[in-house]
């Protein structure tokens, strides 16, 4: 899986059937299309088959289906599952983070800045927490706010750096039009 994969899924928040189909998702290889094309029909059918006792895993399912589309490239097919995982991830607002980074990447990637930097500022603003417990579990998800804080903000400068954000003006002295030829006299 691409690095932005692996740095997103690997502060998911889950357990059991998801933290195995998380690590199983992290197992495929981008160069192994067959393999990542088994994977998006498996999610499908998962997603399919969702019923009112595994409704709580279907955000997980939208999610890594578009983890699996971003390692295909396709972003479109990437976007749609994971604005689905927004809607249907509960509860979890570092796992709805997660996607909406996500979101912002794949914006990204196809050149739709604004509403790249829309999604990412939606990722950090579902990381703000008013919890003032002091607890060790709690002192554990401060520092995983904190480095998912820090990763989206990496990516937010990345999105800064890239070409269509920088204005490029003319160099004067090498502008053939800024002062018109004239005819020696």
């Not at 690590?23 to 981008?30: G, I, P, T, V």
């Not at 279907?58 to 689905?84: M, P, T």
């Not at 579902?126 to 990763?151: C, F, V």
């Amino acid at each position: 899986m691409k690095d932005d994969i692996r740095t997103i899924i690997g502060y998911l928040n889950c357990e059991g059937e998801i933290y195995r189909l998380r690590n199983w998702l992290l197992s495929l290889s981008s160069s192994k299309s067959d393999e990542l094309q088994h994977a998006v029909n498996e999610l499908n059918d998962a997603i399919k088959q969702t019923n009112v006792q595994s409704h709580e895993y279907a955000g997980y399912y939208y999610l890594f289906l578009g983890c699996v589309y971003y390692e295909q490239d396709n972003y479109v097919g990437a976007i749609r599952s994971l604005k689905s995982a927004v809607n249907e991830l509960w509860g979890e607002q570092i796992n709805k983070s997660l996607a909406c980074w996500l979101l912002g990447l794949c914006h990204s990637n196809m050149q739709e800045f604004p509403k790249a930097r829309h999604e990412l500022q939606e990722a950090l603003q579902m990381l703000a927490t008013n919890a003032h417990a002091n607890s060790p579990r709690q002192d554990k998800e401060n520092q995983s706010r904190q480095e998912i804080r820090h990763g989206i903000n990496n990516s937010f400068d990345l999105l800064f750096k890239e070409s269509l954000f920088r204005v490029v003006l003319p160099d004067p002295d090498q502008s053939p039009d800024r002062f018109p030829a004239q005819n020696p006299p």
